[in-house]
């Protein structure tokens, strides 16, 4: 499904919400941490063991952002696996590179001493530029929901990873039940946009809370991950509810 303008409150088109990430790429880091009070690393842990990948693999990780969740598959596959990371946002990727250099041999992290090779390239997540099956797992972290259109988005992400790979999706989503349900639209809906306010930006920590709104339900996210060709699709919810979590196999 394309959204449209009249899916809800806080469209942004896809070009939009490009320049949007564009211009938030120095404080995203920051306002992430204090967003989620520093748990969103061990969620994308969490995503990184359900992509079941070990040494010598290549993962690729869709809206890589400023990298996060492509360094940690990294660890997973090091010594001598590689790690893409995609985004249509070139200065969120400036981002990305300026901390990949910083983990390069006798600079980094990874396993013994050793980081994986971690590449980044702009690319959109609705036209991913990899043959078929070109990698043992895909990943996306708080990105599906701007895609523009997720079913084409979902189907990407199947084609590129080999029969018996895995797709995970790590995403915020909607808790359903008080008192977390009252906390999450306090949270999101008052203080997150008061916080880009304070950063400069009031228009992308606004789009923030009514993307999530726009976002499928889990169960919803789970059928059209079926839908996109994906088998044994599971998914949990942590965090008290804020937080889900995909994974399907590649048929």
Do not use: C
């Amino acid at each position: 499904m394309t959204e449209s303008p009249g899916d809800g409150a806080g469209y942004l088109a896809e070009p939009q919400v490009r320049a949007m990430f564009d211009r938030i790429s120095g404080i995203y880091d920051r306002l992430n941490g204090v967003m989620t009070g520093g748990l969103h690393h061990a969620w994308r842990r969490r995503a990184v063991e359900l992509a079941a990948i070990g040494p010598g693999a290549h993962a690729l990780d869709v809206a890589t952002g400023t990298g996060d969740l492509a360094f940690a598959l990294a660890d997973a596959v090091a010594p001598t696996g590689a790690v893409v990371g995609v985004d249509f946002a070139e200065q969120m990727l400036a981002v990305a590179r300026a901390k990949a250099a910083v983990r390069a041999p006798g600079g980094g992290s990874g396993r013994a001493g050793q980081p994986a090779a971690v590449s980044f390239e702009r690319a959109n997540a609705l036209a991913l530029p990899f043959a078929d099956g070109s990698f043992d797992a895909a990943t996306v972290g708080f990105g599906v929901r701007n895609f523009a259109d997720l079913d084409a988005g979902l189907h990407e992400l199947a084609r590129v990873v080999r029969p018996g790979g895995r797709v995970v999706i790590l995403e915020i989503t909607t808790p359903q039940h008080p008192p977390l349900s009252t906390f999450f639209r306090l949270w999101f809906e008052r203080i997150v946009p008061v916080l880009g306010r304070l950063a400069g930006d009031p228009e992308a920590y606004s789009y923030l809370p009514s993307s999530v709104r726009r976002f499928p339900p889990p169960q919803e996210l789970a059928r059209r991950m079926a839908g996109a060709g994906l088998v044994e699709i599971r998914y949990l919810i942590t965090a008290g509810g804020i937080i889900a979590l995909h994974v399907g196999t590649v048929r």
